[in-house]
């Protein structure tokens, strides 16, 4: 057992050979798939590095920060093209077969492959956590100072602003200077809690204070100290002026990061204010449940909205016209508390879900490097191709299909339908089940996948084609 492991490991001649092997298109690899993407974000940033009068160490300095990101997508890349290069030249050369003639499994030759993913994976791990948050921050903080022509608050849709002292912003979407579906809190008041929803609305700073100017939306006002005083206000247009001392200093000197500048530690802090939060929330909607409805707990507002048409009904019944119209009143007043009550509950939880997802991904996309050398391994034995081609066309439908994955899970999670983890290692778990099944084609059917036959196919298809038929 202890010389299997060893062998595995990479403890025999051949597996040297393997290594030096994978090296080589590794780093061409890298080298390709990061000029290309560097190539790409200058195209697209040049007109707004371009007119500005930057040095030109500020506009190197952009691009070493952005770095970082490339390489993080660069390197699960060069992997798999590097894995399918080295084994397909291997297999090409017949390399492979001699290996297993003189009594080599398959697993042993595949084990320089799969410990060189591991050390990629270790590797990636580190940087995802240490090193491309600090660059992530960096780079944002250089973009902004670039492309702001005048002072405004970094608002980020889909996040919590906790910028402003005393209040807590949450916009969903942003369309240029319009912001949509905005929720603003008062967190820290101890005697009112004011809780404003506005379908879309606008900001300006002036000096030290910050005007929000607000369309069609809601105020809901609860008294903490005797949670039956409730008012709701509605309105079509409402301003907010919130002063804030020396906005500009204390937003640069200690701007926000976003999930992903953020260390996992820093992330997990967040989670835990965040759940507080939400559980706070959940706490003030099972005490008006119980109170005014004596009910259980219940945060579906759809079997809300029934219980509450059910008492309005028997207030109808059983009391008189005077009493059943004020009764039905504190009914829809509660109504409206319970439903502000949960959306902000919502988006505490998204908040948290963005959160988990990143910490997740900070592990699969690293894991990811393993799953590629157990797709590319056997493929590139299957293939029996060591060019740059054939390798590069099936590396970039692998990874593509993983992007997919990996970008619909977020957007799946963010919007509360399925798990952070699922999100996240869904994409790992189903090419891990590809991996293993080629692995074991490899090893036990010893074919190659004869692309010529593939070509005969579809010229008999188009022979068989007659003039009439396009008719």
């Not at 190539?39 to 952005?66: A, H, M, P, W």
């Not at 050390?119 to 492309?147: C, Q, T």
Request: glycine share 6%; net charge positive; hydrophobic share 45%.
């Amino acid at each position: 057992m202890y010389r299997k492991i060893i062998s595995f490991c990479g403890a025999w001649i051949g597996a040297r050979y393997i290594y030096r092997e994978l090296i080589f298109p590794f780093f061409f690899s890298i080298s390709v798939v990061t000029f290309v993407l560097l190539t790409n974000f200058l195209f697209k940033s040049v007109d707004r590095l371009l007119g500005k009068g930057l040095q030109i160490s500020v506009i190197f300095e952009f691009l070493y920060l952005n770095l970082a990101w490339i390489i993080a997508m660069s390197i699960p890349m060069a992997v798999l093209v590097a894995a399918l290069m080295a084994y397909g030249r291997l297999a090409e050369d017949n390399e492979i077969t001699a290996m297993r003639a003189s009594g080599i499994s398959f697993t042993t030759i595949l084990g320089p492959g799969i410990i060189f993913g591991i050390l990629i994976s270790i590797f990636m791990m580190y940087f995802h956590n240490n090193i491309l948050p600090e660059f992530n921050h960096k780079a944002r903080l250089l973009a902004g100072d670039i492309y702001r022509k005048r002072p405004g608050l970094n608002i980020e849709p889909g996040y919590f602003m906790d910028e402003i002292p005393d209040y807590s912003i949450y916009v969903k979407e942003r369309v240029g200077d319009s912001l949509r579906k905005l929720t603003i809190y008062n967190k820290d008041s101890q005697s009112v809690q004011t809780t404003i929803y506005a379908d879309s609305g606008y900001l300006k700073v002036d000096g030290n204070t910050v005007l929000f100017t607000l369309f069609s939306g809601e105020i809901h006002e609860l008294d903490l100290e005797n949670l039956e005083d409730y008012r709701r206000t509605d309105f079509e247009k409402h301003r907010i002026a919130i002063p804030v001392d020396n906005l500009m200093l204390e937003r640069r000197e200690s701007a926000r990061r976003g999930d992903r500048e953020m260390t996992i530690a820093m992330m997990r802090e967040n989670v835990e204010k965040y759940t507080r939060e939400r559980d706070k929330v959940y706490s003030k909607i099972q005490k008006l449940l119980e109170n005014e409805l004596d009910t259980t707990i219940i945060y579906n507002l759809e079997e809300i909205k029934k219980l509450i048409d059910q008492k309005k009904s028997e207030n109808l019944l059983i009391l008189s016209d005077k009493a059943a119209k004020a009764g039905n009143k504190r009914l829809n007043s509660v109504y409206s508390r319970i439903k502000g009550e949960l959306n902000l509950a919502t988006s505490y939880q998204k908040q948290i879900n963005k959160y988990e997802v990143e910490i997740h991904k900070k592990f699969s996309i690293p894991m990811a490097c393993i799953v590629f050398i157990l797709i590319g391994a056997p493929m590139g034995v299957i293939t029996k191709k060591g060019g740059i081609a054939v390798p590069a066309l099936l590396s970039l439908l692998f990874f593509l299909l993983y992007y997919v994955f990996l970008v619909g899970g977020e957007e799946l999670a963010d919007l509360l339908i399925i798990s952070p983890f699922w999100a996240m290692w869904t994409p790992n778990i189903l090419l891990l089940l590809v991996g293993i099944y080629l692995t074991y084609y490899a090893a036990w059917e010893h074919r190659a996948l004869n692309f010529s036959r593939l070509k005969q196919i579809f010229r008999r298809k188009q022979k068989t084609i007659k003039p009439a038929d396009l008719l």
